[in-house]
């Protein structure tokens, strides 16, 4: 069992930067990481992935602005999130999939304003 506790989040002004942590309280070196996020009245949509071996991708819609990356000794997971826009604004959680093995953290609550 993997416990994944989100950070970072909170209220910034529309063009500004928030760094999101994701502490998991094992290792992760072997799991896919990922930043999802939901929106009120919407569905849960992945915002960025990155494997064990560090390869990434991101949804369209933050392609540039945002970065994710890893430390896998300190087995934790960032999201750079820069340039932030009011459509940014969701709970983030954070993911670890391996296998079978799925684990999701509680979410932390990002909030831009225009």
């Known amino acids: 069992q993997v416990q994944l506790v989100e950070s970072g989040g909170g209220l910034v002004q529309a063009g500004g930067s928030l760094r999101l942590s994701c502490a998991a309280s094992?290792?992760?070196?072997?799991?896919?990481m990922g930043w999802y996020r939901q929106a009120p009245g919407k569905q849960r949509e992945l915002v960025a992935r990155?494997?064990?071996?560090?390869?990434?991708n991101y949804a369209d819609s933050v392609k540039g602005r945002f970065i994710i990356s890893r430390d896998n000794v300190k087995n934790t997971v960032y999201l750079q999130m820069n340039s932030l826009k009011p459509e940014d604004t969701a709970v983030y959680y954070c993911?670890?999939?391996?296998?079978?093995?799925?684990?999701w953290g509680q979410g932390t609550q990002v909030t831009v304003s225009s």
């Open positions: 094992g290792r992760i070196f072997s799991f896919t």
């Open positions: 990155i494997t064990g071996g560090g390869t990434t």
């Open positions: 993911n670890a999939l391996l296998s079978v093995y799925d684990y």
